[in-house]
């Protein structure tokens, strides 16, 4: 799996994913009114949701790719910071 040219079914997913986020955001009810669709419907929005996060798991893991990184920006602050310890000379006994 290449970040930069992602496979076919890599590609399916993701249009799948955005084209049901935006199917969620445009039928989303406004407070107080209904939702327009049933619970069986947003059950299985859920499990396609999740059947879609499996299958890109997988696809990474096959790449070998670490699903826990993260991007960083070049000018983004750093969370860490290194000490450097100086040590007093030994005194003589």
């Known amino acids: 799996m290449d970040i930069e040219n992602p496979s076919k079914e890599q590609r399916i997913l993701r249009v799948l994913r955005t084209v049901l986020g935006n199917i969620v955001k445009e039928t989303a ?11 069986d419907t947003v059950a299985d929005i859920r499990d396609l949701f999740g059947l879609i996060a499996e299958r890109e798991a997988e696809l990474a893991e096959e790449a070998g790719l670490d699903r826990g990184a993260r991007p960083h920006f070049s000018d983004e602050a750093k969370t860490t910071h290194a000490v450097k310890i100086h040590r007093p000379p030994k005194k003589p006994s």
Request: proline share 27%; no cysteine; aromatic share 0%.
């Open 29 to 39: 009810p406004r407070p107080g009114v209904p939702r327009a669709l049933s619970d």
